[in-house]
């Protein structure tokens, strides 16, 4: 399972291909479900019976989805009857790989750093260069092995 990491990683990356330009859409102030509601011209009545819901019910609906109690089994019902689709993702920030290569990196600086010290204090430090070289060589070993504590380590 641990090879496979960097192929799913690759398999998801190329699913959310298109999907980076999402992180900038800023949600309406009056939220999606209202938003849409109005811009169709559709009352809350409407949706209620649309969804098999009460009146009532779909203004509760708007007032969870601005303070983000709404499940996302009622956001799809009210995608659906507002002829929407709901589309649920979590768009990363980075690629995927180079946000663990980053956290690889930060587990093998502070192994890096705790070596070092011990080196310092046994006269035996290592130049910039050769440091470089056994940083980069812990990284892509952490990368290759994943191991179980990968995301143990935040600073």
């Not at 009622?74 to 929407?84: D, P, Q, R």
């Not at 990196?105 to 430090?125: G, V």
Request: aromatic share 4%; hydrophobic share 35%.
């Amino acid at each position: 399972m641990k090879k496979n990491r960097h192929l799913i990683r690759e398999q998801i990356e190329k699913q959310l291909g298109k999907t980076q330009c999402l992180i900038n859409i800023q949600v309406p102030h009056k939220g999606w479900i209202r938003s849409i509601k109005e811009a169709l011209g559709m009352n809350g009545r409407q949706l209620a019976e649309r969804m098999g819901v009460t009146k009532q019910w779909v203004s509760v609906l708007d007032k969870q989805e601005l303070d983000g109690s709404i499940t996302i089994n009622t956001m799809k019902k009210s995608a659906e009857a507002l002829n929407c689709a709901f589309v649920y993702c979590l768009v990363p920030q980075a690629d995927l790989e180079d946000i663990v290569r980053d956290q690889a990196k930060k587990i093998a600086l502070n192994r890096l750093q705790r070596a070092s010290h011990t080196m310092s204090l046994e006269d035996q430090e290592l130049d910039r260069k050769e440091n470089n070289a056994i940083m980069n060589n812990m990284v892509e070993r952490i990368m290759n092995e994943q191991p179980a504590d990968l995301w143990d380590y935040h600073d």
